[in-house]
T-cell receptor, first 111, second 114 residues
Framework: DAKTTQPTSMDCAEGRAANLPCNHSTISGNEYVYWYRQIHSQGPQYIIHGLKNNETNEMASLIITEDRKSSTLILPHATLRDTAVYYCIVRPLGNTGKLIFGQGTTLQVKP | DTAVSQTPKYLVTQMGNDKSIKCEQNLGHDTMYWYKQDSKKFLKIMFSYNNKELIINETVPNRFSPKSPDKAHLNLHINSLELGDSAVYFC?????????????FGPGTRLTVL
């Protein structure tokens, strides 16, 4: 079972920042927070991951609270192509750590 | 230059038939996966192979048999297809030595069982 809770859906205006929250109150010390997204009819795509420090890459920023019980994915300037289902997943590193997808957040970016 | 490719993209077949889906990755990864996404859009892992060895085997009917002839390929054979097998099947791969442990997904195979 997924160990994360996300809002079912969110809207964002094009060009504005999209902030997607995730609760993972039962996260273990060796588990990382991963974000993937799935654009309609495509395979999921990795976005970013982190353990306890904030992370940034060319796609997004990840803010993890100090107690690690929640996090926020930030798309700084959302475009229409960012419309997708965003999944927050907690798992340990290593190929035996399964990606367990929950329902995710459907982000609709509007013009 | 597709990183993870799957064939076929669409597969329509009758109940009771046997079918295979093929997956290939050209990323040099040592771990490959099969996921199933049902009509409610829930995505669940089915199998994982590392260096051709099975490492994850979720509760999947034994009608499903993965086969990994080499590190770059992981095929999925399904016997005696049932209506409930209709879904989109995604293949993925990753490198056990990577810092991000990122999984790269294929485009999916939409299986419809009539």
């Amino acid at each position: 079972d997924a160990k994360t809770t996300q809002p079912t859906s969110m809207d964002c205006a094009e060009g504005r920042a999209a902030n997607l929250p995730c609760n993972h109150s039962t996260i273990s010390g060796n588990e990382y927070v991963y974000w993937y997204r799935q654009i309609h009819s495509q395979g999921p795509q990795y976005i970013i991951h982190g353990l306890k420090n904030n992370e940034t890459n060319e796609m997004a920023s990840l803010i993890i609270t100090e107690d690690r019980k929640s996090s926020t994915l930030i798309l700084p300037h959302a475009t229409l192509r960012d419309t997708a289902v965003y999944y927050c997943i907690v798992r340990p590193l290593g190929n035996t750590g399964k990606l367990i997808f929950g329902q995710g957040t459907t982000l609709q970016v509007k013009p | 230059d597709t990183a993870v490719s799957q064939t076929p993209k669409y597969l329509v077949t009758q109940m009771g038939n046997d079918k295979s889906i093929k997956c290939e990755q050209n990323l040099g990864h040592d771990t490959m996966y099969w996921y199933k996404q049902d009509s409610k859009k829930f995505l669940k892992i089915m199998f994982s192979y590392n260096n051709k060895e099975l490492i994850i085997n979720e509760t999947v009917p034994n009608r499903f048999s993965p086969k990994s002839p080499d590190k770059a390929h992981l095929n999925l054979h399904i016997n005696s297809l049932e209506l409930g097998d209709s879904a989109v099947y995604f293949c993925a791969s990753s490198s056990s030595g990577s810092l991000s442990d990122e999984q790269f997904f294929g485009p999916g195979t939409r299986l419809t069982v009539l």
